[in-house]
């Protein structure tokens, strides 16, 4: 369906030896950083690495390692691992957003303008914006679709939510950018650090998620409920935004720290994956209460009962491993700042909870061979769960995680 | 297992079931929730305070305000290891055994149950083409068997997923062994030690109540800093610390939060800090209209009683910066720092205690000084603090002149008209300036006021304001030794391997059986998965159409 769309050149560039020399390419400059983060210089400096990154130094290391990446391709032949050809797209999803966010760092106000108290002139915030309607209006294109199962439509929907999915993306890096030109670059650190920040990257994942999810599966009416989900929480972050929780504030000490970038993400995989579950599961129930009363026009356009018990599967299947290696690394840097790897501390006993909640839904399914209507509840009730261990904790409950609290 | 007695066997079966391990993880889930909702290991005092004797006692008893370390808590956790050991127990060899047993042949009522079957006659071939062709396709693992005239194949993929249930629930094992480990063979407490001081015991909470545990060698807090960012967060908290080992000094460390020190098994982590008994200097201005100003020295958490008076004040705290935002509400924030100040609760005959907050500098707005200023909280709780300006700048001794010089001309003086007032004030300030009037005159004239008003209002005998400061931290440092933490480490690193083999690999089997049919080849062939059946379902046509193409192909090949 989406071939007819791309053109031959972009069919081309994501087939065989191009593919290929591409990705070993990517893999080459990660290696290259890496080595420049833990052996160029004098170390890894957190608050330097990524000027470091973006130097002649970086350029040296990364392009060094970007090279021996493309001749390693030469030696290693042309697979076809599907490994290859799956990831490469979000590589070049990645550059293309690092690309945007370097135009958009043009459109930031003159240097003089840009003050710490009074952060409402930066670009960043433009950005969140479109993102905002962007997701609203594929969320009410997506619900539309249901009912007029109309190509363009269809098409409209995805393709805006790709845009809201780069906008969301391209604000938070633009975030990062700006970081530094508050206080003399005192504050720089990866947009990650509070509420409103993981809500953009929550957004993104889940979007990102689903959006490969109906590339592969085909289950464009699954959008939706994801959608919906999604322009959900673009209020929510509107309100933080309304409270004041949108500024770029320093770091406290206990969250300076290199484990902070890999930490949050990967949970918020888990959480976006999560999300995908749970609309997966509200449209197998929207479904069966649909078979129940007869035949509907929006039966054709829904995937089946199976497919839908799957997709929730399917995610939940991305989440979990996910969400596992983030609570690992979590207890990882706990031992590492706060004197022991479990303290049973709220936000560590709450991601035990979901973590023991998806851990029985894998059993029930996997062992039992349970499906249908139980599980579509699980899922939804699942994500009930995690959503109070990412947002209701931070609100109702206090502990060692209070950086994540709303004023 | 047959060496269990046959009574153990149902109850050992029982604790290796599925459905008890998953009421196992939502009881655990469940229960992990209490000690979420109830704060955990604080004072009994606010326990009592908030539930009630009655709820106390039941809550004390049931052990839940240390929840996590409770007999039935730590019970669930024990019973999940043996369910888990259990389970291991029964399905390894089970597992092992699958994975080793592969049934080439399938009877045909087998045939019915496969998810995926296709039959189609290849014309002009033999079976050993097609089964050379068919076992050239390298991904799939190949078995062959002959049996009644036919040719059967069977192939497999990710035949080894079962390892994925068996890392996965040992990995589990190991953690929680681990974690026991930490319990029983750690310890994680605190100690604070003041700058200059050294300190070799931490204290920790067990239930409900504090030990003491003597550590192998002594922490020396050399200096202890802070370093802010422009709007006044804290940026930074570094300890420099030695280590004395018998005597000796061994080590000296810089250390800051998520960077702790290595010392002996031991870790050393920057907590918290606090201030470690630093000396202040404070003057009392009396307020009799003497013009007497005392200078005494107090320190943190020590009091000083004025034996003429009776008032004694308790000092609780000092901060050498104290950054508020100056804006008004709803303006963008100006944070500024107002300079030293100490606390302490102050009592006398006839007084409510109040905590009072004394700073050392004037209260300066731009150029324009506002005078001394003075918190107090009627509550002694620190959200309840009100400024007070208490009109003179007392750091400036003429100004405390001038005060006594105005209020004496204007008792002296029973006209009360304005112009009286200001004609009593240019005199009492030629007679303290000279002739050098000071270039804030009007500043000074509303300062002067103001403290007409509020000193002669104040219901003490005389007010204290902080004069000088030598300041003394303390760090709070936690020492944690963790003899399970690499072998949690090892079990996550199981976890996490066993997981991704677990959801991503499926066992993947394809059976072909070909039988001969005049000329041609009549080819069965059928799929079948564990997990994934949607990318089963593709994976089977493709490999399906590129068999019949080959086959054809090898078909053209012979007739040409």
Redo the contacts between chains.
Sequence with gaps: MTAAVESTFFRGIYQGRIVHTRFWLYMGFIVGASLLAFFGGSGYDEDAYIFRLLSMQGVIWGGVGALLGAAASMLLGDGRASAVTSSVPWFDGLILMLLLMGAFTLLEPHAALI????QSNLFSGRIVMAMNLLFIFSAVCYIMYLFAPDSFIGKMATMTAWGGVYAGGTSLLLRWYESYLL??G??GHAPVSNLYEVFILLFCVTGCIYLAFERR?QAKALGAFVMVIIAAGVFFGVWLDSIGQADI??L???L??Y?MKIHVPLNFVGYGAFAVACAAGMAWLVRSGLEQKGTSKLLKVFPTLD?LD?LAY?SV?VG??AF??AT?LG??WA????????S?D?KE??A??VW??Y??Y???R???GWSGKTLAWWAVVGFLVTLFCFVG?NMY???LHSYGKLA | MSYYHKSIKPLFLRFASMPLAIVLLMVLALASMIGTVLLQNQGQADYLSQFGPVWYWVFRSLGLFDMYHSWWFIGLLGFLMVSLSFCLWHNIPRMLKEMRSRKITLADHAWKRMQHTHEWTVADTTVEQLQEKAQSVAEWKWLSEQQGGRTHLRGDKGRYHKWGYILVHSALLVILIGGWMSVQFGFRGNMAVPEGASESEISYVKGTGVEYLDMPFDVRCNSFEIDFFPNGMPKLFRSNLTIIDNGKEVLTSDIIVNEPLYYKGVRIYQASFGDGGSKIGLKLFHLDGSKRVDVVEGEIYKTYTDTKTGISMEFTDFKPYNVENMAEPGAPKQFRDIGPAVDFILRGPGLKPVKVRSFLNPFIVGDQNQGSLMMVSMSGDNRDFESFFLGPDLSDPKEWDLFHAFAGKLSGNSDTAEGAAVEAFKASVSEVYGDKAPKDFKDLGIRTLQGMNVLTSLPWPFIPVLEEYEQVYYTGLQLARDPGMNVVWLGSALLTFGLCIMLYVAHRKVWLVFETKGKGVYVRMAGMTNRNTMAFEQEFNLFLTELERDFSISRQGESV
């Design positions: 003050s710490y108290e009074d206080l003399d005192d504050i599966y504030k320093p406290v000490p206990a300076q720290s484990w497919q799957q399917k299947a979990f491993p596992t290696l690992i207890a990882a031992a590492e700042a706060w004197g022991g790897y479990w049973w709220p006993t709450w035990l909870i023991m909640f851990g029985a894998l059993h029930v996997i062992s039992h904790v409950l206090s502990g």
